[in-house]
């Protein structure tokens, strides 16, 4: 959209500028390189999200976006890098959950997620997906509920270790269905769905991008998925909300977020770019191929989901015990 000035507009600038008086820094914002730090190795799916933003994301904003993966910690130490980091727009973090669920694990993290962070947008969804070995004696949820509660303590289900998205998701699905299904945790999501393809161990919080081959080839069950609404992708498979537990959700998310103290000016002008990015029609082509649910709110909404979920976490952590790895 072309944006004309009108003839006062281009007189006081011009005072502005023969007066010697500078604009403010932010109006050249971006001028150089962004970098976006994701907390995870290369190659996964969260990584795959950040590169297929990333690269709309930089011309959107004039400049080039630099993804730099900064494992360990379960993110900490990728947060604890953008925390400390120049407010001023050009680190910035690519997280998920592990945000909202590290502060939960442990009180030393080197920074304050609320004080030391400001949300930019929240980008992309993808819902868990439960699914179950070809082998288990239930073909639904209804039959996993109902097998699982004459049958306490029989049942297990793996996750890619503890304080994971996966576990704390399931743990919160059992404490609401008030269920005892035995944790195994595992080093990370591919063991884990070895031992389930195999019979070890019954159960499993995955996707739809990894569990789709698996459920063709009638290897796993499908028995609900993690979201207010159906996938378009597996229209078949109920969601847990409507199966019983309104409201309920397991969601891995991705957002964008600055060090504390980036101007707003700053903030609104990423805010736009992700809006752009994510509003491309490749984007939206692989986002769809993968199972990924655009979303790009605003900063106030993102932070209102972050305060909810660094509440939900630090409760259900309490309530069952849960140890980080």
Sequence with gaps: MRTTLSRRSLLALSATLLAGTSLPAWAAYPDKPVRLIVPFPAGGTVDAVARTLGNKLGPALGTTVVIENVP??????????????????????????????????????????RRDLAPVSL???????????????YNDFAGFVRYARANPGK????????????????????????????????????????????????LKMDTIATAAGHIRSGRLKPLAIASLK?????????????????????????????????PREVVDTLHQGLRKAVADP????????????????????????????????????????????
């Design 230 to 262: 159906r996938s378009p992708l597996m229209p078949e498979v109920p969601t847990v909300a409507e199966s019983g537990l309104p409201g309920y959700q397991g969601i891995l998310w991705m957002g964008v977020i600055a060090p504390a103290g980036t």
């Design 155 to 202: 049942l297990n289900y793996a996750s890619a270790g503890n304080g994971t998205l996966p576990h704390v998701t399931m743990e919160l699905l059992l404490q609401q269905l008030g269920l005892q299904v035995a944790h195994v945790p595992y080093k990370g999501a591919a063991p884990a769905m070895n031992d389930l393809l195999s019979g070890v161990v019954g």
């Design 282 to 325: 490749e984007v939206l082509r692989r986002f769809e191929s993968d199972g990924v649910v655009p979303v790009a709110n605003t900063p106030a909404e993102f932070e209102k989901l972050i305060d909810t979920e660094l509440k939900q976490w630090a409760q259900l952590v309490r309530k069952s015990d849960i140890k980080a790895n």
């Design 123 to 137: 980008v992309a969804e993808i819902p868990e997906l439960l699914v179950a070995n070809a082998e288990q004696p």
């Design 72 to 113: 360990g910690a379960g993110g900490a130490i990728a947060t604890q890098r953008v925390a400390k980091a120049p407010a001023d727009g050009y680190t910035l973090l690519f997280t998920t959950p592990n945000h909202t669920i590290n502060p939960a694990l442990n009180d030393k993290l080197g920074f304050d997620t």
